[in-house]
Antibody
Framework: QITLKESGPTLVKPTQTLTLTCTFS??????????VGWIRQPPGKALEWLAL???????RYSPSLKSRLTITKDTSKNQVVLTMTNMDPVDTATYYC???????????WGQGTLVTVSS | DIVMTQTPLSSPVTLGQPASISCRSS???????????LSWLQQRPGQPPRLLIY???NRFSGVPDRFSGSGAGTDFTLKISRVEAEDVGVYYC?????????FGQGTKLEIK
C-alpha cells in the first residue's frame, strides 16, 4: 500500500523560506521509473504543478517558479524535500506530494498540508 | 505553457443520469514517444485529488467502470455513465506531455 504524507510549517512570514517534507511508504525512490512530485492548490482554486524528482535524481521544475524552488530526495529515509524561497501571501495554499514518475501521472497523493503566508 | 480549458465549469446532474466534461488543450498532447499524457482526477470535498483516468482512456486501479475517458490530440472528454452521490466534487484534467505539467480550471459536479 502506497502512502505519502506532507509535513512542515503551517504559517510562514513573507520573505521566509518554506521547507516541506514528503514522507512516503510502499515504494522506493531508488526504483527505476519512480518519481515524486509537488502540487499546490490555493484555497478555492485549481491545482498547480510545482516540481518533480525522479529515481535517477533528474529534477523538473515549473518554469515560473524555478528560481525559488529546490527539490531533493533522501532515499534511505523515504523522503522528498521541497524548499521555496521568498514566500509571499499569494503562495498560501495546500501543498500536496504525489507518487508519479515516467508514467507521467500522479497515482497516489498525500492528504496535503495547508501553508499560510502572513506577517 | 500548455493551457487546459475545461467546459462546463459547473455541471448539475440528476442522480442516475450521465455527465460529460470536456477538456481542450492549447497544443497537441501527443508526445514524441507516441503516448498522450492526459489524465483525469477527481477531488471530493475536503479530500486530495484522486487519479481516475490516465493516458486518455485507461482507468486507474479501483475506479468504477462508469467512468470513461476518450479523445485525441487536443480534445478530450470524461464521461460518467450514471452519476452517483459519491461522484460529487471537482474534476480536473491534467496534461503531462510537456513541462510544466498543467491542469484545467476544474469542473464542479453537483447533484440537482
Amino acid at each position: 500500500q502506497i502512502t505519502l504524507k506532507e509535513s512542515g510549517p503551517t504559517l510562514v512570514k513573507p520573505t521566509q523560506t518554506l521547507t516541506l517534507t514528503c514522507t512516503f511508504s510502499g515504494f522506493s525512490l531508488s526504483t527505476s521509473g519512480v518519481g515524486v512530485g509537488w502540487i499546490r492548490q490555493p484555497p478555492g482554486k485549481a491545482l498547480e504543478w510545482l516540481a518533480l524528482i525522479y529515481w535517477d535524481d533528474d529534477k523538473r521544475y515549473s518554469p515560473s517558479l524555478k528560481s525559488r524552488l529546490t527539490i531533493t530526495k533522501d532515499t534511505s529515509k523515504n523522503q522528498v524535500v521541497l524548499t521555496m524561497t521568498n514566500m509571499d501571501p499569494v503562495d498560501t495554499a495546500t501543498y500536496y506530494c504525489a507518487h508519479g514518475g515516467i508514467r507521467r501521472d500522479f497515482q497516489h497523493w498525500g492528504q496535503g498540508t495547508l501553508v499560510t503566508v502572513s506577517s | 505553457d500548455i493551457v487546459m480549458t475545461q467546459t462546463p465549469l459547473s455541471s448539475p446532474v440528476t442522480l442516475g443520469q450521465p455527465a460529460s466534461i470536456s477538456c481542450r488543450s492549447s497544443q497537441s498532447l501527443v508526445h514524441s514517444d507516441g503516448n498522450t499524457y492526459l489524465s483525469w482526477l477527481q477531488q471530493r470535498p475536503g479530500q486530495p485529488p484522486r487519479l481516475l483516468i490516465y493516458k486518455i482512456s485507461n482507468r486507474f486501479s479501483g475506479v468504477p467502470d462508469r467512468f470513461s475517458g476518450s479523445g485525441a490530440g487536443t480534445d478530450f472528454t470524461l464521461k460518467i455513465s450514471r452519476v452517483e452521490a459519491e461522484d460529487v466534487g471537482v474534476y480536473y484534467c491534467m496534461q503531462a506531455t510537456r513541462n510544466p505539467y498543467t491542469f484545467g480550471q476544474g469542473t464542479k459536479l453537483e447533484i440537482k
